[in-house]
């Protein structure tokens, strides 16, 4: 009898171990498959928060280039206004060399000398630099009078005469 007792044994695990291992082989392709979606859900949950903080910044910056937009053309309406435009300062160059000498006085205009600097247009209105001042067209520089600005020239009266200074 014990000989049939562990023939039956035997029969009882092969069935077991016949019958457990499509359970096993099945169990193991759940958990890789679990393991795959946990994974995408993973992916998909970083791209959305990229995505969303990608959209949070583009609104903040898009915020800060129209306020920045704004400030700029408040300025830009303010300095175009004849009354607030100051030029630049001159920078101031040191001579490097003190054996050098100065420029021979000739090239110094005199008072009564008028020297056109430059020719600039403020929104609808023209300015020439003369004499390192500001001059609009009915100006009047000591005696004389800007009659006319144009791109190239300068027209002003003087004592009946008209006088053109043209930009070098």
Known sequence: MSIINEALK????KLRITTASPLLESQKSDQK????????ITVI????GFLGCGLIFFALSKNRLA???K??????????????????????????????????????PNSNE?????????????????????????????DRQVLSISVDKVEISDNGKTLTLTTK
Do not use: C
Not at 10 to 13: L, V
Not at 45 to 48: E, K
């Open 10 to 13: 035997k029969t009882q695990e």
């Open 33 to 40: 498959e679990g393991k795959k979606i946990w994974i995408r």
């Open 45 to 48: 949950f970083v791209l959305v």
């Open 67 to 69: 306020l920045a937009t």
């Open 71 to 108: 400030e700029t053309k408040h300025e830009i309406t303010q300095e175009q206004t004849p009354q607030s435009f100051k030029p630049s300062p001159v920078p101031v160059v040191q001579n490097p060399h003190p054996s050098a000498q100065p420029p021979p006085a000739a090239s110094k």
């Open 114 to 142: 008028l020297v056109l600097s430059g020719i600039m247009t403020m929104g609808d209105e023209q300015l020439a630099l003369i004499n390192n001042k500001i001059y609009k067209v009915g100006d009047y520089i000591g």
